[in-house]
T-cell receptor, first 111, second 106 residues
């Protein structure tokens, strides 16, 4: 069983569309993250979320919103996609500050 | 937030050589992890090492929390070791360094 799974793995969409990326973890973790990896490979935190608090990186445009239906899922919804949103998006989960595990990534291409 | 710096940014080795990658962090941390991003883009957990030394095969890592650095040692490198190595430090959330891009040539 995959510990942290993301879908889809690849996403190609047009500018202006709204899209979602799903993330699920089966580790019983209480904290989940979304990261954006740009073309230079830098991994930038976008959100961290546990069952108590959502922490938003202040540089993330409000077109991005995390949605958590339950503790095992943290989906990323993006409105009005722009060319600059093209990147690889990673989901991760951890229990408190212990070892974190990452999904396989979603490569988003906006055309 | 915490600053995480990795060095060197790029490293080219001949197969069989040894190397040391360094990670400096600006604050006391609750967790320190090393990851390998392979050429297919997967982030592979190498070590969870907030302090002390761990070894796994040809790889080992040491974190000296009081001096705010961690080292990743790769011995007898192989071409499959190529990729980007990241360290990530946790205070309240996980912040990554910019990575070390390792190329191992046959």
């Amino acid at each position: 069983d995959t510990a942290v799974s993301q879908t889809p793995k690849y996403l190609v969409t047009q500018m202006g569309n709204d899209k979602s990326i799903k993330c699920e973890q089966n580790l019983g973790h209480d904290t989940m993250y979304w990261y954006k990896q740009d073309s230079k490979k830098f991994l930038k935190i976008m959100f961290s979320y546990n069952n108590k608090e959502l922490i938003i990186n202040e540089t993330v445009p409000n077109r991005f919103s995390p949605k958590s239906p339950d503790k095992a899922h943290l989906n990323l919804h993006i409105n009005s996609l722009e060319l600059g949103d093209s990147a690889v998006y990673f989901c991760a989960s951890t229990k408190g500050v212990t070892e974190a595990f990452f999904g396989q990534g979603t490569r988003l291409t906006v055309v | 937030g915490i600053q995480v710096e990795q060095s060197p940014p790029d490293l080219i080795l001949q197969e069989g050589a040894n190397s040391t990658l360094r990670c400096n962090f600006s604050d006391s941390v609750n967790n320190l992890q090393w990851f390998h991003q392979n050429p297919w883009g997967q982030l592979i957990n190498l070590f969870y090492i907030p302090s002390g030394t761990k070894q796994n095969g040809r790889l080992s890592a040491t974190t000296v929390a009081t001096e705010r650095y961690s080292l990743l040692y790769i011995s007898s490198s192989q071409t499959t070791d190529s990729g980007v190595y990241f360290c990530a430090a946790v205070v309240f959330d996980m912040r990554f360094g910019a990575g070390t891009r390792l190329t191992v040539k046959p």
